[in-house]
């Protein structure tokens, strides 16, 4: 027998001369497929694929078909030569091949380091499969390494067979501490040749992973239909059944006898997988019996968002990276020169109120319904973070949630950590949350948040009293202990933080006596004021806030005020667009955030404010501007914080200015999510603005009233949302067309950009892979 060195993929092929297939049916006749497709035995390859089968009809099927070079019923004429054999038998029938080949095979070649024959199968069990070898062997050899592919299908016999059944699917192999490394490279060599991803994982573990997530959903489809189709009205169950019927009827079809085998040998895991299921459907039962809506609600909620939230925290993505890459490909912003801009809109709602909304909302009593809802990482994080806990949470759709409030002691303990993905505001806030809370928790998030600090709020909470640990350096994962009893503090944030300060004032509500927090510059206030809006008492004087433990909150409708981050581009876009006429409504004007309003007003903006009201405890109103010659000005250092994400556009209003509009003070527009002083100074260059760049700002040189104020050009966003909007804007003025590149981020701060453009009058297209919409 030609000997078998450890195999290694060459060209993708294994490296195997002889492979013996036990069993061609739908797995074995697969594999052989597969290896095929891959080239083994064919066009100068050397390899050979053999198979036995107790069937004579199907041996000559496989031979027919071009799977296999040969075949016999019996085993003992193939294992000769054979240096890979692959049981591919029902689970039950691997006592005998085992026994059968543990007789044929000499004992050295499947044992020491690197056996020369390696046996594997592909039962859909493993320890009864593993006992077979321990009866058949009387010990496991090396050369043995247990595997199992998940991939199949309702069909069964060779003629089932389908070369891409493994293909993008993983197969779990089971070494014990027998296996030879050199075997289990062999056989991952093998299912990879199949283009399948292969894992790893312990015996145990398998048969509890596959009872829960295989067998128990065949298991609970098998019983549903055999219920209904002994039912007298079973003729029409099935006339009129419905898709999430077929879905059970599909897997009901499966080969009654294979699995009859994989619930006789995976018993014990089935039966506690069975018990869980049963102890969940009572509770599910129960609550319908009851009428008790919020119990279904949070049960079917939780459900109906599990597969997003793990796909997310399996591959630990951010929840809006798996909404950017549903954009799939690179976006191209095409903005023709010229356009008008009048009309009435309403841009998307605030990032930060929508998140909070959901927060407050969840300890709330009663039910708090959210309009204008924004889908930001952390208002996504957290809304799962709370179905986690109990919460039940409809929506979002359209912009529209409904929060059934636990009030402030409702939350249960989640199952396992909360997954925050990229939200570094929601785990901030959650962590003085959770600190109050009677259970212990685990706040996780994706490999960038794991690398930011949380010692800036880990700190005072334990000022506090509260028992948190982190990783080193004060880096998630967070372990919150429950149950400790928190005391108001007094504390001087040493830096100016929103998100510290929420997170104290969160942990404050569950906080014994008073919990005061003095910032060195004014922050965001949407937490207190949102607190506020709720009935909770917050007091400000002065460059103090705080708040007494022990209130309550109660539910109450949240209209979310639009973002004035992303009505300022429509401002900026009627500010220097001769004849324009524009009505934002429903716009946040908290006074912490309207730096834009005042800039542009000094700029000489002929813009005003109507219908002013408090949503929320949010100050809001309708905001009017008309065309009116814009002038260069020196803009306030007491302005550059309350209007910092607001400048990208605010340089494309100096570019259409009368004169020299000068920014300092704004080094934080370095490190947003591009060097935005850098990225708007190469754009305006590129549509030849003249400019000059300094450390901490920037010198603009305005175009004044020339009709046309710069060129055209292509600008690179570097996926900076607010850049490539901003270029949109300066196309109003352009002479030829500007193009933008990189603009899928905008869908995370302003979804539907571009169709609320062209209502008001900008010739705005997408272009996405080369196609312009
Ligand atoms: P299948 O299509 O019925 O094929 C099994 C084959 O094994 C049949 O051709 C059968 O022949 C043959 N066989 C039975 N006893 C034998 C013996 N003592 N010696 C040699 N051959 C024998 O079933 P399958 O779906 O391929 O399943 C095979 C294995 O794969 C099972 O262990 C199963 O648990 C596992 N698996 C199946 C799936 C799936 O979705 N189907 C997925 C993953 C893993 P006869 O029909 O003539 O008896």
Redesign the pocket.
């Known amino acids: 027998m030609a000997e078998a060195t450890p195999s290694r993929m060459t060209g993708g092929l294994v490296d195997e001369p002889k492979v013996l297939i036990?069993?061609?049916?739908?797995?074995?006749?697969?594999l052989a497929a597969a290896l095929r497709a891959a080239g083994f035995g064919q066009g100068g390859h050397p390899g050979t694929i053999v198979a036995?089968?107790?069937?004579a009809d199907?041996i000559a099927r496989g031979i027919d078909m071009g799977l296999i070079d040969s075949g016999a019923?019996q085993?003992a004429s193939l294992v000769e030569g054979a240096s890979l054999i692959v049981?591919?038998?029902?689970?039950l029938?691997?006592q005998?091949?085992m026994s059968?080949l543990a007789a044929l095979l000499p004992e050295a070649q499947v044992s020491g380091g690197a056996p020369q024959v390696v046996v594997t199968?592909?039962?859909?069990?493993k320890a009864a499969?593993r006992d077979c070898a321990l009866r058949a062997f009387g010990r496991l050899p090396s050369g043995l390494v247990l595997g199992?592919?998940?991939?199949?299908?309702?069909?069964?016999?060779?003629s089932?067979a389908n070369p891409r059944l493994y293909v993008d699917h993983k197969v779990i192999l089971t070494p014990t501490s027998e296996t030879s490394p050199g075997a289990l490279a062999r056989v991952t060599a093998l299912w990879r040749a199949c283009g399948a991803e292969v894992l790893e994982m312990d015996v145990a573990r398998h048969d509890q992973v596959l009872a829960r997530t295989s067998h128990l959903p065949h298991l609970l489809a098998f019983s549903l239909v055999d219920t209904l189709a002994r039912q007298d009205e079973r003729l029409e169950i099935f006339r009129y059944a419905a898709g999430g019927f077929r879905d059970f009827t599909r897997i009901a079809g499966?080969?009654p006898?294979?699995w009859r085998?994989?619930f006789t040998a995976n018993r014990e895991a089935v039966l506690t997988a069975l018990n869980d299921f049963e102890a969940g459907l009572a509770r599910l039962k129960l609550a319908v019996e009851r009428g008790d809506s919020d119990a279904m609600l949070a049960i079917f909620d939780r459900a109906s968002h599990a597969r997003h939230y793990f796909d997310s925290l399996l591959n630990q993505t951010s929840y809006q990276a798996e909404y950017q890459m549903q954009q799939q490909g690179k976006l191209t912003f095409r903005a023709a020169p010229g356009g008008r801009v009048a009309g009435r809109i309403r841009v998307p709602g605030d990032k930060s109120i929508s998140h909070r909304s959901i927060m407050l909302g969840a300890l709330a009593e009663g039910v708090t319904e959210v309009k204008g809802f924004l889908e930001g990482e952390d208002s996504l994080a957290t809304l799962q973070a709370f179905r986690e806990m109990g919460v039940a949470i409809e929506g979002p759709h359209q912009g529209r949630v409904i929060v059934h409030g636990v009030g402030m002691h409702g939350l249960k303990a989640p199952a396992g950590p909360l997954y925050v993905g990229n939200a570094g505001t929601a785990m901030r806030l959650f962590a003085g949350l959770l600190a109050g809370q009677a259970f212990d928790s685990e706040l996780i998030g994706d490999a960038s948040l794991t690398k930011r600090p949380m010692g800036r709020v880990a700190d005072p909470l334990r000022l506090m009293g509260a028992k948190i640990d982190t990783a080193e350096g004060g880096r998630p994962p967070l372990k919150i202990h429950g149950r400790q009893p928190l005391k108001g503090i007094d504390y001087d944030m040493p830096m100016a933080s929103a998100q510290v300060k929420s997170c104290l004032l969160l942990a404050g509500l569950y906080a014994e006596g008073e919990t005061r927090v003095r910032e060195p510059a004014p922050t965001r206030d949407h937490t207190e004021r949102m607190l506020a809006g709720f009935g909770y008492e917050v007091h400000r004087e002065g460059d103090t806030c705080w708040l007494r433990g022990g209130g309550k909150l109660t539910a109450a409708p949240i209209d979310v005020p639009s973002d004035i981050s992303s009505a300022t581009f429509f401002l900026v876009a009627a500010a220097i667009t001769p004849g324009s006429n524009l009505t934002l409504e429903h716009v946040g004007i908290n006074p912490t955030r309207i730096g834009v309003i005042n800039i542009l007003k000094l700029m000489g903006a002929d813009l005003w404010l109507a219908n002013e009201q408090e949503v929320g405890g949010e100050p809001v109103a309708d905001l009017h501007i008309r065309y009116a010659p814009l002038k260069g000005i020196d803009i306030p250092l007491d302005q550059v914080p309350l209007a910092i994400d607001e400048f990208p556009a605010l340089f494309i209003a100096a570019a259409n200015a009368t004169g020299v509009t000068r920014l300092r003070g704004a080094e934080e527009l370095r490190v947003k999510e591009s060097d935005r002083i850098q990225a708007m100074a190469d754009g305006l260059a590129a549509i030849g603005v003249t400019h000059t760049v300094v450390e901490d700002g920037i010198d603009i040189v305005g175009a004044g009233d020339r009709e046309i104020a710069y060129g055209g050009g292509r600008i690179d966003s570097l996926g900076d949302h607010r850049i490539a909007m901003s270029f949109v804007v300066a196309a109003l003025r352009a002479g030829e067309e500007i193009v933008i590149d990189d603009c899928a981020n905008v869908a995370t701060s302003f979804p539907g950009f571009t169709e609320l453009a062209r209502t008001v009058g900008l010739m705005v297209n997408e272009e996405r892979g080369g196609s312009a919409s």
């Not at 199968?121 to 069990?125: A, H």
Request: charged content about 15%; aromatic content about 0%; glycine content about 14%.
């Open positions: 036990v069993g061609l049916g739908l797995i074995g006749g697969s036995c089968d107790p069937s199907e019923t085993l049981l591919a038998v029902p689970v029938a691997m005998s091949v059968e199968d592909v039962g859909s069990t499969v199992h592919p998940i991939a199949g299908s309702e069909k069964s016999g060779v089932a499966s080969d006898v294979m085998d994989i």
